[in-house]
């Protein structure tokens, strides 16, 4: 797919199909997303692909009512920005690990896979933060959810071009 109709036409899918997205195919969007700009190269993004048993952890620590919600998509991934300590390199970090998660769901679209960059409240907790193994340098930004798409989605608004860019002197 053409790289500007990949970015226009990539959607936020809520409904899957059941089949896991392959190792392969994984390891091709995970290698994809360390292309992203990140200053002083610290390669700062992880990513964690849950499992059987890391999906049960994550889903204990949501609680009944929000687990529901992990068995949407056959593969979640977890992405996450490991921290240095010093805050401005951090909000770098973070914001290249953004980059970085968004070229995982690019990827995914490019490849015909449906995405879904999810932030529950379990992402932040201690009990969730436990479950992924999360220790004090390192925060998660998003559950990415990946899988075949099961319905056509209609894109949304986007603000017009000329009220977020201003041409300045
Ligand atoms: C950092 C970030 C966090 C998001 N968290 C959620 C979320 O928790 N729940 C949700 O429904 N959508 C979430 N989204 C998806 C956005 O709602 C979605 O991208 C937006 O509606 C635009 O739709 P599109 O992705 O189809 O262009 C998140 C997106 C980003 C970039």
């Known amino acids: 797919m053409e790289l500007e109709e990949a970015i226009r036409t990539r959607r936020t899918h809520k409904a ?18 360390r292309w992203a700009p990140n200053h002083h190269l610290t390669n ?13 952890a ?6 009944p009512e929000a687990a529901a919600k992990f068995d ?16 401005e390199q951090d909000a770098e970090d ?3 690990t953004a980059v970085a998660a968004y070229l995982v769901l690019l990827g995914a679209h490019g490849r015909g896979l449906a995405g879904y960059w999810r932030t529950p409240a379990v992402l932040r907790s201690p009990e969730g933060r436990g ?27 986007r603000s017009p071009v000329e009220t977020v860019v201003s041409f300045l002197d």
């Open 131 to 157: 479950a992924l193994g999360l220790g004090d340098d390192e925060v998660a930004l998003g559950l990415l959810h990946l899988g075949p798409a099961r319905q056509e989605q209609r894109p949304p608004e």
């Open 94 to 96: 973070r914001d290249a």
């Open 72 to 87: 949407r998509a056959p593969t979640l991934i977890v992405a996450s920005v490991a921290l240095s300590g010093d805050p």
């Open 16 to 33: 899957y199909g059941a089949d896991p997205v392959d190792r392969a195919t994984l390891e091709e969007l995970l290698e994809l997303a």
């Open 58 to 63: 994550l889903k204990e620590a949501a609680g």
């Open 44 to 56: 700062p993004w992880r990513f964690r692909v849950l499992g059987p048993r890391s999906l049960a």
